[in-house]
């Protein structure tokens, strides 16, 4: 469960990516989120838990594959996909049950978005950290995309460095992106177009903090 000090915040879903056209002509790339309302589902305050937080739930779920600690959480609320929580640096002012839309933001804001990456399973250090590699001539035959020496130099021993950049599993990480401009909110469609690419695949549960 994630926490987050924010004043305004909604959860959305990843749709695709497309392009507009501003009052000046251009091309603008924006990425599609549907957001359905998001309800509250719990008010935390400092006298009982300690620190005041907002958590919603979001999306929907057969009642059938929602276990009985959640589906007792809920109550009557509905049967989420999933829940987050933000934390909030003055008293909640929501209450348990209300929805929160899309109309928490408008045209022209700028927000913060969270969402887990792509995973692209495991790389060389090519991909994964932009490594040249090495070169095919003096001597060399197949270095092209190997990493090269990775112990001696900085233990005694030449042992491997702790956080040694090397290959292995690529992406499937949490990927935040500041600054993103809210180029439209389309009520109707219950989709908020941000200029720019967020993190994720199609479907991916996005989180949008202003």
Request: proline content about 3%; overall charge positive.
């Amino acid at each position: 469960m994630f926490t987050h000090y924010m004043s305004k915040f909604i959860l959305g879903t990843k749709v695709n990516m497309t392009q507009v056209w501003d009052e000046l002509g251009n091309a603008r790339p924006v990425t599609v989120v549907s957001v359905s309302p998001n309800i509250v589902t719990q008010i935390k305050t400092v006298e009982k838990d300690g620190y005041s937080a907002v958590q919603l739930g979001y999306g929907t779920r057969k009642p059938k594959n929602v276990n009985k600690a959640m589906k007792g959480h809920a109550k009557e609320l509905g049967s989420f996909a999933g829940l987050r929580e933000w934390r909030l640096e003055v008293p909640a002012t929501q209450v348990v049950g209300e929805k929160i839309g899309i109309e928490v933001f408008k045209k022209g804001d700028f927000v913060t978005v969270s969402g887990i990456s792509k995973g692209k399973g495991f790389q060389g250090v090519v991909k994964r950290h932009g490594f040249h590699g090495g070169s095919r001539t003096h001597g060399q035959k197949h270095s092209e995309r190997e990493p090269g020496a990775i112990g001696g130099a900085a233990r005694a021993g030449g042992r491997v460095a702790k956080g040694m950049r090397m290959a292995g599993r690529m992406g499937g990480e949490r990927v935040t992106v500041t600054n993103l401009k809210v180029v439209d909110v389309l009520p109707e469609e219950n989709t908020i177009l941000l200029e720019g690419a967020v993190p994720g695949r199609r479907g991916t549960v996005i989180e949008i903090r202003g």
